[in-house]
């Protein structure tokens, strides 16, 4: 691997850590301002609404420059949505007025973030040659995981009620911040310090595409283009279903294990945002395991996501600690088994067809629209008082049977094209472009 790759990869889980650690915060705030239920996920909702607004837009913006420094860009408008959160008490507004401050925070993050991606993600395509995608992706996805792993650790320690007062009893931290959430939060905003820094030192790849569109309309015309291109693609468009599928239920697990740790376990904030880690542990794992399938293996991962879907159905009846761990664990090595070898392979696809950013926003737009399909779902289950075990079996049953007309939509496109095994792992890029 070459050495820009590790400082993208460093530059990204300091990112993805602080995007973690700063939704753990915001729920605390939420929490400590007495808002409902439902606000939590639909935070999420709007975090997620920024990838599919900008989908048009940013893959433009990410082949416009070098990478590198759009990822500084990007991560310097998500330090500016952390410090729009910082100071959700300083400007002045009701309770009313500082959940919507929180709001709009978080998604200007979700914007940062929305143009941070293909960028990231992009900038592999170019580092690295195709039989190498997968362990690239393994790496990449890997400390990604890891850093949601320390991220939601780290934001529940940090909103831990001994923690914030041994941060507050420090005079230089007491003299800007009253509350424990904005102790949080200060702390996150040097994270995001640290991750402009390597984003700065990571070196241009010498990659140049075509002068991009700049008119509105037709980067929308053009990106409605993209979107049948990967969708029509009969390898593209079944990698793109499973990671649609597996970022939609995967973010709101993150969610549904808060409040599965409160209702069935019992547990605070603090406490269940371990859960989410522990999970997240399980998927570092099963993403590194994965850096073995070669690219040309990836779709026999395929019924690893059906299992995973009837794993999540043992979830009511786990109480012990051991269990609820071994479990979690179980959930997360399964699901990043399979989502590692399927984003290698869209990854592929869309660098074949397109290029490395717009294919990128093309992912994205997928799923986050899921992500607010799944997430907007939820929030109105929590809103109808539906029992969290209720939720979790519906949930476990919807990826288990999606994953399931996956396979078989799958075997259909080899039986009519016994070309496609062939395809993966092919040069060149652009080719829907010429």
Same mark, same amino acid.
């Given at each position: 691997?070459?050495?820009?790759?590790?400082?993208?990869?460093?530059?990204?889980?300091?990112?993805?850590?602080?995007? +973690?650690?700063?939704?753990?915060?915001?729920?605390?705030?939420?929490?400590?301002?007495?808002?409902?239920?439902?606000?939590?996920?639909?935070?999420?909702?709007?975090?997620?609404?920024?990838?599919?607004?900008?989908?048009?837009?940013?893959?433009?913006?990410?082949?416009?420059?070098?990478?590198?420094?759009?990822?500084? %860009?990007?991560?310097?408008?998500?330090?500016?949505? #952390?410090?729009?959160?910082?100071?959700?008490? !300083?400007?002045?507004?009701?309770?009313?007025?500082?959940?919507?401050?929180?709001?709009?925070?978080?998604?200007?993050? *979700?914007?940062? %973030?929305?143009?941070?991606?293909?960028?990231?993600?992009?900038?592999?395509?170019?580092?690295?040659?195709?039989?190498?995608?997968?362990?690239?992706n393994s790496w990449i996805e890997g400390l990604t995981?890891?850093?949601? @792993?320390?991220?939601?650790?780290?934001?529940?320690?940090?909103?831990?009620?001994?923690?914030?007062?041994?941060?507050?009893?420090?005079?230089?931290?007491?003299?800007?911040?009253?509350?424990?959430?904005? %102790?949080?939060?200060?702390?996150?905003?040097?994270?995001?310090?640290?991750?402009?820094? #390597?984003?700065?030192?990571?070196?241009?790849? +010498?990659?140049?595409?075509?002068?991009?569109?700049?008119?509105?309309?037709?980067?929308?015309?053009?990106? !409605?283009?993209?979107?049948?291109?990967?969708?029509?693609?009969?390898?593209?468009?079944?990698?793109?279903?499973?990671?649609?599928?597996?970022?939609?239920?995967?973010?709101?697990?993150?969610?549904?294990?808060?409040?599965?740790?409160?209702?069935?376990?019992?547990?605070?904030l603090d406490q269940a945002s371990i859960l989410m880690?522990?999970?997240?542990?399980?998927? @570092?794992?099963?993403?590194?395991?994965?850096?073995?399938?070669?690219?040309?293996?990836?779709? #026999?991962?395929?019924?690893?996501?059906?299992?995973?879907?009837?794993?999540?159905?043992?979830?009511?009846?786990?109480?012990?600690?051991?269990?609820?761990?071994?479990?979690?664990?179980?959930?997360? *090595?399964?699901?990043?088994?399979?989502?590692?070898?399927? +984003?290698?392979?869209?990854?592929?696809?869309?660098?074949?067809?397109?290029?490395?950013?717009?294919?990128?926003?093309?992912?994205?737009?997928?799923?986050?629209?899921?992500?607010?399909?799944?997430?907007?779902?939820?929030?109105?289950?929590?809103?109808?008082?539906?029992?969290?075990? @209720?939720?979790?079996?519906?949930?476990?049953?919807?990826?288990?049977?999606?994953? %399931?007309?996956? @396979?078989?939509?799958?075997?259909?496109?080899?039986?009519?094209?016994?070309?496609?095994?062939?395809?993966?792992?092919?040069?060149?890029?652009?080719?829907?472009?010429?």
């Amino acid at each position: 691997m070459k050495k820009g790759f590790y400082l993208v990869m460093t530059a990204q889980a300091l990112s993805s850590l602080a995007d +973690n650690a700063l939704l753990i915060a915001a729920i605390a705030l939420i929490a400590d301002l007495q808002g409902p239920d439902w606000m939590a996920p639909m935070m999420k909702w709007w975090f997620a609404l920024a990838y599919v607004v900008l989908a048009a837009f940013v893959g433009a913006f990410a082949d416009a420059f070098p990478k590198g420094k759009v990822m500084f %860009a990007t991560n310097a408008v998500k330090l500016a949505g #952390c410090l729009l959160m910082f100071s959700y008490q !300083s400007l002045g507004f009701e309770t009313t007025g500082q959940l919507g401050l929180i709001f709009a925070a978080y998604t200007l993050v *979700g914007i940062g %973030a929305a143009a941070y991606s293909p960028a990231k993600y992009g900038i592999v395509t170019e580092m690295l040659p195709p039989d190498q995608l997968v362990k690239g992706n393994s790496w990449i996805e890997g400390l990604t995981v890891l850093s949601i @792993i320390f991220g939601t650790v780290l934001g529940g320690v940090l909103i831990n009620p001994h923690v914030s007062e041994m941060l507050l009893s420090h005079a230089w931290i007491s003299a800007v911040v009253n509350t424990r959430a904005e %102790a949080a939060i200060f702390i996150i905003g040097f994270i995001y310090l640290l991750a402009a820094s #390597c984003n700065l030192l990571i070196p241009s790849t +010498n990659v140049s595409y075509p002068k991009q569109q700049t008119n509105p309309v037709k980067l929308v015309r053009e990106f !409605s283009y993209y979107v049948k291109t990967l969708w029509g693609d009969k390898l593209g468009q079944i990698s793109l279903a499973v990671t649609t599928l597996f970022w939609g239920a995967g973010a709101t697990l993150q969610l549904i294990l808060i409040e599965w740790g409160a209702q069935h376990l019992g547990y605070r904030l603090d406490q269940a945002s371990i859960l989410m880690g522990v999970a997240a542990v399980g998927t @570092i794992v099963g993403a590194v395991l994965a850096g073995r399938v070669p690219l040309k293996k990836a779709l #026999c991962v395929l019924p690893l996501g059906v299992v995973m879907g009837f794993t999540v159905l043992l979830m009511p009846l786990v109480y012990e600690p051991w269990a609820v761990y071994t479990l979690l664990m179980l959930i997360g *090595g399964l699901s990043g088994f399979f989502v590692v070898p399927m +984003n290698a392979m869209l990854q592929h696809r869309g660098h074949v067809l397109l290029s490395a950013g717009h294919s990128i926003a093309v992912q994205n737009f997928n799923e986050q629209l899921n992500i607010l399909l799944m997430l907007a779902t939820y929030s109105l289950m929590l809103w109808l008082k539906l029992p969290i075990n @209720i939720i979790i079996i519906i949930f476990g049953l919807l990826v288990a049977s999606l994953m %399931a007309v996956f @396979i078989r939509w799958n075997r259909l496109n080899h039986q009519r094209d016994a070309s496609l095994q062939d395809q993966i792992g092919q040069h060149g890029h652009g080719q829907a472009l010429h």
